[in-house]
């Protein structure tokens, strides 16, 4: 076939195994064709064939033809290497700020990431309950009416994970009913609570770990920054301590 190197190639390039890309364009050239027909139209062995065929019939590729007491394989149209490729692109897309999040440009072990999505968000405070340890420092200052509305039944189960880690935690949140209940069962959640001035607003939800600082916005667009640098999170450790001496 013309360009048979080239074709298999981009069948690996979409995902599909040396394998599979053999079986497949051997069964497109066969037509309906027996599993020792395409075994040896492609040069997979007879033993191997069947898982193959069975990962293609998986991926939308092939399919099975009845023919008397006969089993018969035929490939499907190759239009459908397109729906792959769409479905690539779409979870490549999905993704895409998973890998801006990464991209760190000093290439030392200073970390910005940035979300752009709710998801994104939830995402973040995920990673943060895989990383906290008993003890270890968490300060918060926001307004928790505000945030805890972007999506309360995920914050709720957040929070009473939280607590079961056991953390060194502070609150520092702006005037509401929903502060003043923090402030009054503070010891259920694990936590100290101090209430800031009634005048004082705030569109940001900041998180302080040992590690990590992580900034939402709590109006739209949901922008989250997290930033992993040993002097940028001691600077706001010292001012979130400072603030709260003051308060």
Not at 27 to 32: A, E, F, H, N
Not at 45 to 72: A, H
Not at 128 to 156: A, C, I, M, W
Request: positive net charge; hydrophobic residues 35%; charged residues 30%.
């Amino acid at each position: 076939m013309k360009n048979y190197e080239k074709l298999l190639e981009i069948l690996n390039k979409i995902g599909l195994s040396e394998n599979e890309s053999s079986v497949y364009l051997s069964s497109l050239q066969l037509g309906p064709a027996k599993a020792i027909q395409l075994s040896r139209a492609s040069d997979v062995k007879r033993t191997t064939i069947y898982p193959v065929v069975e990962s293609l019939q998986r991926k939308g590729l092939m399919r099975e033809k009845i023919e008397g007491l006969k089993t018969l394989f035929v490939a499907e149209n190759p239009e459908r290497l397109e729906n792959i490729i769409e479905e690539r692109n779409k979870e490549f897309q999905s993704l895409f700020p998973e890998f801006k999040a990464l991209y760190n440009l000093d290439g030392n072990q200073s970390v910005i990431k940035y979300y752009d999505t709710e998801e994104g968000l939830r995402n973040v405070y995920r990673e943060l309950l895989t990383q906290l340890r008993q003890n270890d420092h968490y300060y918060v200052l926001g307004d928790p009416e505000r945030y805890d509305s972007l999506n309360e039944s995920f914050f709720k189960e957040f929070i009473k994970k939280r607590i079961r880690i056991k953390l060194n935690a502070k609150m520092l949140l702006t005037y509401s009913n929903l502060a003043l209940d923090y402030k009054k069962y503070e010891n259920n959640f694990g936590e100290e609570v101090r209430i800031l001035p009634k005048n004082i607003k705030l569109d940001v939800n900041v998180v302080i770990t040992d590690k990590k600082l992580i900034i939402h916005q709590i109006i739209k667009p949901h922008i989250t920054m997290v930033i992993e640098n040993k002097s940028i999170v001691q600077m706001q450790k010292i001012l979130f301590e400072l603030l709260w001496n003051k308060t």
